[in-house]
């Protein structure tokens, strides 16, 4: 494969995009960075084609959303590993590649022949990565997982919820993002060992589970458990590590409030006086940054908090406390909160890509990343098997009418 769609930090890169959900983020940051990232779909689609919410709500292969967000700066081609000479086109693309990135049960590819021990032999410089639920070794590498199972033993939904109420996950699929970005990070690690220490590729395992307890271990709740052997109740709205710290209710929507700094407190409670009246909120007993005497009436001072937010809107709460009053008060955005928000359009956050079925949409830019060497999107999500000429004709020397035959037999 010699064409990428663009440029970037990991322009000439070549991956192989095997991935279902679970891994779907990894390559599309590899292909924000300017990877040329080629997704292998079956014949049928791949399944992010076929989950919703659908562009005006309209079923569609090409008009999922979550596809057109996952896959943009892809190309796509359609091929069945499931078939012999499926599996034997795929070990011409592994020749020319850089990268594998597969989210199979473990032993799957292995059963086709296409594991790494397999596929290390025709490329000894490939980095094969895998990301499963439990990883490719242990006890627990066969079992089936998911975005709530991930959640549930990793650890993370035993700190999040109402103290009175059952655990939660937390919204969307946000166990997939961590998986993916250790891959991410695994894969561009291996690539620079590969190219300047060892010459040799490798396999990376990632399990989800795993990668999902260190972005909560270092919390709260988890730290409390060296000291007092015992479980942290969930905290809910508000917690009590600060007083206030947490979300309350605004005139118009949620907001965020916290205060570290005992000036902070200072001038956020004589707001809530000029507001409502309300001269208990100024007893010194209460001032300080670490806020003890908060603490021992913490249900009372975020009642008077309470009585507070709900009179004033979450924009003069955010602009009055930053600007004026020198208080970090920030709103609960909602999506229409920040496709209009003011900073991220002088950021240049968004941009709109043209898709050739469902048109125009906004997508962040440039995805986390910023710097000269990150590029813009370039291009909208592939259309099903876009790329199967350009790739098969044009890279591996098949003709039109080979192309026709593989169709036919249901090979891609």
């Known amino acids: 494969m010699t064409d990428s769609i663009g440029s970037g930090l990991l322009e000439g890169y070549r991956v192989l995009d095997l991935t279902d959900e679970r891994g779907v983020y990894c390559t599309k940051l590899l292909a924000d960075l300017g990877a040329d990232v080629v997704l292998v779909e079956p014949p049928s689609g791949h399944k992010g084609r076929h989950r919703g919410p659908y562009f005006h709500d309209e079923v569609h292969p090409e008009k999922s959303l979550y596809f057109l967000y996952f896959n943009t700066d892809k190309r796509s081609i359609t091929l069945n590993l499931e078939h012999p000479d499926g599996r034997d086109l795929f070990k011409q693309l592994v020749k020319k590649v850089d990268v594998v990135v597969e989210s199979f049960q473990p032993g799957y590819l292995k059963k086709l022949g296409l594991d790494y021990k397999d596929l290390s032999k025709i490329n000894h410089k490939l980095v094969m990565a895998s990301v499963t639920p439990f990883g490719q070794t242990g006890p627990y590498k ?3 997982g998911s975005d709530l199972v991930t959640m549930a033993m990793g650890g993370y939904m035993q700190i999040t919820g109402n103290p009175d109420h059952a655990p939660l996950r937390l919204g969307n699929e946000h166990s997939h993002y961590p998986g993916s970005q250790y891959l991410a ?23 989800q589970v795993e990668a999902t307890i260190p972005y909560h271990i270092e919390q709260h709740q988890a730290m409390m458990w060296h000291f007092t052997g015992q479980n942290v109740v969930r905290a809910g709205l508000q917690s009590q590590v600060g007083v206030p710290l947490g979300v309350f209710p605004a005139k118009d929507g949620w907001i965020a409030v916290l205060t570290v700094a005992a000036q902070e407190w200072d001038n956020l ?30 249900e009372e001072v975020n009642g008077y908090i309470t009585a507070f937010t709900t009179q004033v809107n979450r924009n003069e709460l955010f602009h009055d406390g930053q600007q004026k009053r020198g208080v970090p008060l920030h709103p609960v955005n909602t999506v229409e909160d920040l496709l ?6 002088a950021s240049d956050f968004w941009m709109e890509l043209d898709h050739p079925v469902v048109g125009k949409l906004k997508y962040p830019k440039r995805g986390p990343f910023d710097g000269e060497d990150v590029p813009a999107l370039r291009k909208a999500a592939p259309l099903l098997g876009e790329h199967n000429k350009e790739i098969y004709c044009g890279e591996l020397g098949l003709t039109q009418k080979d192309l026709a035959l593989l169709r036919s037999a249901g090979i891609i």
Request: proline share 0%.
């Open 185 to 207: 990070v695994g894969i561009t690690g291996a690539l620079y060992y590969r190219d300047f220490v060892s010459s040799k590729g490798q396999h990376i395992d990632v399990s």
């Open 142 to 144: 066969n079992y089936k």
């Open 340 to 345: 209009n928000d003011t900073h991220l359009k």
């Open 269 to 298: 409670s004589q707001w809530v006086f000029e507001v409502t009246g309300e001269k208990t909120i100024l007893d010194e007993s209460l001032k300080g940054a670490v806020g003890q005497g908060r603490r021992q009436r913490f």
